[in-house]
């Protein structure tokens, strides 16, 4: 059985671009979630998917960040206008049910904004 | 959300068996309490999951006292490619379970 997938494994991009950060969860997974570490802190929640709907997403740092998931498959996180802040690895999870049980998490987006 | 204390770091000799302890004071009824593992590079992977008292898997047990205000992970006889960060996280399962994670604790296997 396939893992969570990202990618790109890294991306970087100058101040004020845009970036598309995709996650394939695995395959029946109904809740996919969004996390990211900025430099030298802890891991963050974003926001989390059930299906194709925004369960929660009070993670989410400011409205540069849009997360879609159409068709309640893979998702896609943009961020625009990228920001030096911004930098840092963000990790896509998902598991089968809501209940808070196993997360699988992908191996990360490594995003450097110069 | 229940905050959780670990210590920083730990350092321990293959073979040996390594028990990290978490503290989670403000912890609910509904929390469970979860334990992940996390290499450079890679996103963290589960570990274990309790409620209560014990709960063991092949990689590891789980050990929850009465009041739930701490818990101890427990790996028996580490090796080398048990070096990583172990992070400690307590939240409701219901309806979504926002994780939270803290700072984690770094263990160090040494030969």
């Known amino acids: 059985e396939a893992g969570v997938t990202q990618f790109p494994s890294h991306s970087v991009i100058e101040k004020g671009q845009t970036v598309t950060l995709r996650c394939d969860p695995i395959?029946?997974?109904?809740?996919l979630y969004w996390y990211r570490r900025v430099m030298g802190k802890e891991i963050k929640f974003l926001l989390h998917f059930v299906k194709e709907s925004k369960q929660d997403e009070s993670g989410m740092p400011n409205n540069r960040f849009l997360a879609e998931r159409t068709g309640g498959t893979y998702s896609t996180l943009k961020v625009q206008p990228a920001e030096l802040e911004d930098s840092g690895v963000y990790f896509c999870?998902?598991?089968?049910?809501?209940?808070?049980?196993?997360?699988?998490f992908g191996p990360g987006t490594r995003l450097t904004v110069t | 959300l229940a905050k959780t204390t670990q210590p920083i770091s730990m350092d321990s000799y293959e073979g040996q068996e390594v028990n990290i302890t978490c503290s989670h004071n403000?912890?609910?009824?509904?929390?469970?309490i979860t334990w992940y593992q996390q290499f450079p590079s890679q996103g963290p992977r589960f570990i274990i999951q309790g409620y209560k008292t014990k709960v063991t898997n092949e990689v590891a047990s789980l050990f929850i006292p009465a009041d739930r205000k701490s818990s101890t992970l427990s790996l028996p006889r580490v090796s080398l490619s048990d070096t990583a960060v172990y992070y400690c996280l307590v939240g409701d399962r219901t309806g979504g379970f926002k994780t939270i994670f803290g700072a984690g604790t770094r263990l160090f296997v040494k030969a």
């Open positions: 403000n912890i609910a009824t509904n929390d469970y």
């Open positions: 395959s029946g997974h109904d809740n």
């Open positions: 999870a998902s598991s089968l049910d809501r209940l808070g049980n196993e997360q699988y």
